[in-house]
């Protein structure tokens, strides 16, 4: 039962959180090409300036929560590969306080501007949409990596805990770069 809740889970986070930034990233494209031909027709669309830099805060957004689900995070594991036995034990429990924590407060904070921008009734200068559809992508962000996080903690621990790097301890803090397994 737990295995297929894990699995719904991640089906779910993957369809919202892939799709959607995907739909941003294919909306930048068509919008920048639209930008392109109204530029070299003479006739600039004025929209498109500021419905690129919409879509491509809606794909940052959506992607970093995509990266929590296939645990694709910057981490610095040189002090977890440094240190005593019991200090890289806590690496999923470091990991994963911290993610949920920062989005947790990430949520927070995008939610406060969201319902500061409905208060004030703010729209977009070109586009007649209201900026709270823009300030949404934030906690909504923030919910979809807490679950991620989840997802992964169930389906994808192994990369959650110190990767094997191949290298000695000693040889990691002095290592450039460090690919791990499984990415």
């Given amino acids: 039962m737990r295995s297929s809740m894990s699995s719904l889970l991640g089906t779910v986070v993957r369809i919202i959180a892939d799709v959607a930034a995907g739909a941003a990233c294919a909306g930048v494209l068509i919008v920048v090409l639209l930008q392109v031909i109204g530029r070299l027709t003479g006739h600039p669309l004025p929209w498109t300036e500021e419905a690129t830099r919409f879509l491509f805060i809606w794909m940052v957004f959506l992607g970093l929560a995509a990266g ?12 977890l590969v440094m240190g005593r036995r019991l200090f890289q034990h806590l690496a999923v429990p470091i990991y994963v306080g911290s993610s949920v924590f920062f989005f947790g ?9 969201m319902r500061q921008q409905i208060m004030m009734n703010e729209t977009a200068a070109t586009l007649p ?55």
């Fill in 68 to 79: 929590f689900r296939t645990v694709e995070s910057a981490r610095v594991v040189v002090f």
């Fill in 105 to 113: 407060l990430m949520g927070w904070t995008g939610f406060t501007l």
């Fill in 129 to 183: 949409i209201p900026m709270w559809l823009i300030g949404m992508v934030m906690p909504v962000s923030a919910v979809i990596a807490i679950l991620a996080i989840i997802d992964s903690l169930h389906s994808r621990r192994d990369l959650i805990a110190l990767p094997e790097l191949g290298l000695p301890a000693g040889e990691i803090a002095h290592a450039d770069v460090s690919i791990t397994s499984g990415h």
